[in-house]
């Protein structure tokens, strides 16, 4: 009964890991680029400015010549927002003073035109606006592709990698369960052995990064839970019409409508040093004023996103915007059950995590990388034997070479694709329409190449081919641009913007991945001996 039981979980990690291993790496890959998402859209945009950073004890300062601009130019708006000079989390870079105001609505009108401005924060004095940036997906583009795919309704993208993530799931369960010795096997590995290498590859770098395929797998599902099980949160609160009371009871109700601040004075300097006596110097990262209908104009100080957990439940304090004094706290909505939600995405998407989180993400992100194709080889490796073992090798069957030429699409091809979506940022016309949508296209256009080029040539050449590709491709990024922009590595480094100097050394490092795995697997083919032919394997 435990062989048996076994067996059948033995069964179902070989078959699920297989019919979902292609769209499963897809996913792995943009996901783990998401992790460095804004990165990669800053490189994306070597038009935006680099902020220097806010010298210490000045916020308070700042922050009055932010409200000094917008009582003199928006004084008669119903909301300001001033993004402090901050380190921001969520771009990972640094961003300069910038203000930002709703204007008052006319009759009939829901919401009016605002404005926005960038300041210096040395002076307050207002400057030109920035180049606009070129048109591009960035990493936006790249992270929303693990979960939505592309060319399909985002709703069936959602669902198609649902079921493929309920898949790997069972896969690693049941991996479990198959491997005895998954510890002791981890300590274990024998170069040169064919399958069993392929094996010993597959079991270490499972287990390396056990915990994390474990957590990304199930939080990824609950992320789009009322997406694949909708009718419990239907049956609770009345179906599509209770879908408003769902979101309410989650987010909070609806806020009510704003009036004109009518402000003749806002003494924010003494706000922000209470702020900071409460979270520590250079914590205030937004400052929002806003006057609801029918009460007082009040101040809400928002501290720098980051470092807890639950990253969207960032610490505030509030304040009358008259008088300057303490308000009560905003009400925290979702209860446990948002709280719990909150707590899973944050751990899905890694936001709570400070540089050294992220490159460790980053890492366990390619370790499941490195599982899943060592498992799609590891599947070809054993067919082929058995098929050459039975004597057959003279009509090589459509189905194993369908699936060697899958692998080496999806393996080696959709890298080289992702190169070409980074080579499209910097070759495509600036001017093009919907350029950031021809980005994408570059990418699916060179995988699709790679995937005829992968079933066209020999198997073992294809491997090596579209390896070197790949890191040609790769150590040519940084090149490309320094050639095409100001932001090449030296620039970056000598004023110390890691966001672009960091993508390119990671370019540069990808290049050599795979220029290693390239000559290793030439070496491999070279020193394997010609395949005897039909008659010489029955000859006596």
């Known amino acids: 009964m435990k062989n048996g039981f076994r067996q059948v979980a033995a069964w179902l990690h070989t078959w699920s890991g297989l019919t979902v291993g292609w769209v499963l790496f897809f996913v792995f890959v943009t996901g783990t680029a998401g992790y460095f998402q804004h990165e990669i859209t800053r490189w994306m945009q070597p038009e935006l400015p680099y902020a220097a950073p806010l010298p210490t004890g000045e916020a308070a300062a700042v922050a009055d010549r932010a409200s000094a601009h917008l009582l003199a130019h928006a004084p008669q708006a119903t909301r300001w927002t001033i993004s402090m000079p901050q380190y921001s989390p969520v771009s990972r870079a640094w961003e300069g003073l910038s203000v930002r105001w709703d204007d008052t609505p006319g009759p009939g009108m829901r919401r009016a035109p605002g404005g926005r401005a960038r300041l210096d924060a040395a002076s307050g004095a207002e400057l030109p606006p920035a180049a606009a940036p070129r048109a591009t997906g960035g990493g936006a583009a790249l992270y929303r592709l693990h979960y939505e795919l592309y060319y399909l309704p985002k709703i069936w993208g959602i669902r198609l990698v649902g079921a493929c993530s309920m898949l790997m799931l069972l896969a690693i369960v049941t991996g479990i369960i198959t491997h005895k010795k998954i510890f002791r096997d981890f300590f274990t590995f024998r170069p040169g052995k064919g399958q069993r290498s392929w094996l010993d590859a597959h079991n270490a770098v499972s287990v390396m990064a056990l915990p994390f395929f474990l957590m990304i797998t199930y939080s990824g599902l609950v992320f789009f839970m009322y997406e694949y099980m909708p009718l419990g949160a239907k049956a609770v609160f009345g179906g599509d019409a209770g879908e408003d009371a769902y979101y309410a009871e989650l987010w909070g109700p609806p806020r009510p409508p704003r009036e004109a601040l009518a402000l003749s004075a806002l003494p924010l300097g003494p706000m922000v040093q209470r702020a900071e006596a409460a979270w ?261």
């Open 280 to 540: 520590g110097a250079g914590q205030v990262g937004a400052i929002t004023v806003e006057r609801p209908a029918g009460g007082g104009a009040e101040v809400t100080l928002a501290r720098v996103q980051g470092g807890g957990i639950l990253f969207w439940g960032v610490d505030k304090l509030r304040f009358d915007a008259h008088g300057g004094a303490p308000l009560a706290p905003e009400p925290v909505y979702g209860g446990a059950p948002g709280q719990t939600q909150k707590a899973l995405i944050n751990l899905h998407e890694g936001l709570f995590a400070g540089p050294v989180g992220r490159w460790l993400y980053f890492a366990s992100g390619l370790l499941g990388c490195a599982m899943i194709g060592t498992g799609l080889v590891m599947w070809t490796v054993k067919r082929r034997r058995h098929h050459l073992g039975s004597g057959r090798e003279s009509a090589e069957r459509f189905g194993l070479r369908l699936v060697e030429g899958l692998n080496v699409a999806t393996l080696a091809g959709l890298p080289l694709a992702l190169a070409a979506y980074f080579w499209a940022n910097r070759l495509l016309p600036m001017d093009l329409a919907a350029r950031a949508g021809w980005e994408m296209h570059t990418l699916f256009a060179v995988w699709l190449g790679s995937a005829f080029y992968g079933l066209a040539r020999p198997t073992g050449r294809a491997w090596v081919e579209l390896l070197w590709a790949c890191a040609a491709a790769y150590a040519l990024v940084p090149v490309l641009n320094a050639l095409t922009t100001e932001q090449h590595l030296w620039n970056t480094l000598a004023r110390g913007d890691w966001a672009r100097a960091g993508f390119d050394l990671t370019m540069a490092s990808l290049a050599a991945m795979f220029a290693i795995l390239a000559h290793r697997v030439s070496h491999k083919l070279r020193a394997q001996p010609a395949a005897p032919s039909r008659r010489q394997r029955s000859a006596p």
